[in-house]
């Protein structure tokens, strides 16, 4: 039988996402991040890599979704609250829809910037 996680309190939660995921916030027991979009297609493209992330974790978010925006909310149901794994999927979350490829060396320059008709994640 599997231990279940114990969660944290409201104090070590704030303090982390302060620390390590400082454009999420904690609320009414849910960890929370909206991402903004310019438009539908992104919009479907960030629910569909959270998907891919969260089915690979075994973790699953509840999750928001409006025409330009995603709210993601993680909390781990057996626990009743935050724990690591909620850290863990949303560093995750983080890092592959905030990916940035014309910021680092390589051949990957990302989507061209000033055009409207490539426009993506409205970066924070």
């Known amino acids: 039988m599997v231990e279940r996680e114990a969660a944290m309190e409201e104090a070590e939660?704030?303090?982390?996402?302060?620390?390590?995921?400082?454009h999420w916030h904690l609320e009414k027991g849910w960890i929370r991040r909206r991402f903004r979009t310019h438009s539908w297609k992104a919009t479907l493209m960030v629910?569909?890599?959270?998907?891919?992330?969260?089915e690979a974790a075994w973790h699953h978010p509840d999750l928001t979704?409006?025409?330009?925006?995603?709210?993601?909310?993680?909390?781990?149901?057996?626990?009743?609250?935050?724990?690591?794994?909620?850290?863990?999927?949303?560093?995750?979350?983080?890092?592959?829809?905030?990916?940035?490829?014309?910021?680092e060396d390589g051949g990957l320059e990302g989507t061209p910037n000033g055009d409207p008709r490539f426009a993506y994640l409205k970066y924070d």
């Open 13 to 22: 939660v704030t303090a982390r996402l302060a620390r390590e995921l400082p």
């Open 47 to 54: 629910v569909n890599t959270v998907g891919h992330l969260a």
């Open 65 to 103: 979704v409006s025409y330009a925006w995603v709210e993601v909310r993680l909390m781990t149901h057996t626990a009743k609250g935050i724990t690591a794994k909620d850290f863990a999927l949303a560093r995750k979350i983080e890092e592959v829809v905030c990916w940035q490829p014309g910021g």
